[in-house]
């Protein structure tokens, strides 16, 4: 059973406007948090990344926002581009377990311009 | 280009067959981690090497998948008697790992494997 559940499954934007995709896990240990980005034919490219001691990570437009006690977190993308048009993947991994990845299922992002 | 390169990119076989998958990490990261994808989900793991030791195989690896990692360099993974389920793209990863939990895994483009 997939271990990180991710909505929606796809989403529409209006260039300048905010994506919002959320994920949440069951599996209190884990303690890496990363998200992912996948064009077409290409393989997924590591896009931002979060430790679950803190709450909110932002790099440029991108932003994870974390929220331990309701083992939820979610990626903010800020005036969104046509080139943010991708799809996302959430992640989450366990130090005991190696660098083993569980995937959401990913979330299809179109910005429309 | 010093990222992460698969071969082959594309592989149509017929029921059955073998198929053998090369994976090139990035020089010098001791990690490498096979991922399956199929359409619309995210990649599934399948096994993992540190350096030249597998140290983990996901249960939907059957007996018929095999990789191998020599030397620590590159690695294959081998499909056997191919069945149509098998069809998704592989993907290829590694790191630098250094400790703790923070890694960056660098994904190829992946393997597009068609079984008729």
């Known amino acids: 059973q997939q271990q990180v559940k991710q909505s929606p499954q796809s989403l529409i934007v209006q260039k300048g406007g905010i994506s919002i995709i959320n994920c949440a896990y069951e599996n209190t240990a884990f303690d890496y948090f990363p998200w992912y980005q996948q064009f077409p034919g290409k393989g997924p490219a590591l896009l931002i990344a979060i430790r679950p001691d803190v709450s909110e990570k932002k790099e440029g437009r991108f932003t994870i926002s974390f929220n331990k006690s309701a083992k939820q977190f979610s990626l903010h993308i800020m005036d969104s581009q046509p080139g943010d048009s991708a799809t996302y993947f959430c992640?989450?991994?366990?130090?005991?377990?190696?660098?083993?990845?569980?995937f959401g299922a990913g979330t299809q992002v179109v910005v429309t311009p | 280009d010093t990222g992460v390169s698969q071969d082959p990119r594309h592989k149509i076989t017929k029921r059955g067959q073998n198929v053998t998958f090369r994976c090139d990490p990035i020089?010098?990261?001791?990690?490498l981690y096979w991922y399956r994808q199929t359409l619309g989900q995210g990649p599934e793991f399948l096994t993992y090497f540190q350096n030249e030791a597998q140290l983990e195989k996901s249960r939907l690896l059957s007996d018929r998948f095999s990789a191998e990692r020599p030397k620590g360099s590159f690695s294959t993974l081998e499909i056997q008697r191919t069945e149509q389920g098998d069809s998704a793209m592989y993907l290829c990863?590694?790191?630098?790992?250094?400790?703790?939990?923070?890694?960056?895994?660098?994904f190829g483009p992946g393997t597009r494997l068609l079984v008729l």
């Open positions: 990863a590694s790191s630098r790992w250094r400790g703790g939990p923070e890694e960056t895994q660098y």
């Open positions: 992640a989450a991994s366990r130090t005991d377990s190696w660098g083993k990845l569980q």
């Open positions: 020089s010098e990261h001791n990690r």
